[in-house]
């Protein structure tokens, strides 16, 4: 019961909590950058502990290498490192930002170990 109740609601609340009293002592770009990536790395986190089968489905490497991927692409263009116009248009026309990266972080952790 801990695994699969508890351990998810802990994650959030001590790395959320640790984000929270982290962001007032630092300040600028880099503080910005350092709560992006606690941001990605809690949501990541998150979704790792939703998954608690004993077996894993897909024994495949692949897919953590598509998934890793994917978690960098979305990590690097939340930290403004990559700004590709075109897509940039794509994802404003389908509405991926904010709450929905969040959600394709967590979808990434919870099917890195599926």
Partial sequence: MY???????AILLCLS???RWLSP????AIG??????????LL???????????????????????VSFVMIF?????????MIPELKAVFDNLGISGYIVYLIYIYCGWSFFD
């Fill in 32 to 41: 910005d950058a350092i709560i992006i990536v606690l941001r990605a790395c």
């Fill in 74 to 82: 979305f990590l690097v263009w939340d930290l403004g490192y990559i």
């Fill in 3 to 9: 695994k699969k109740y508890l351990l998810p609601i």
């Fill in 44 to 66: 990541f986190a998150f979704g790792l502990s939703l998954n608690v089968s004993k077996r894993r489905r897909y024994e495949t490497w692949v897919r953590k290498v598509i």
């Fill in 17 to 19: 909590l640790g984000i």
């Fill in 25 to 28: 002592l630092l300040n600028g």
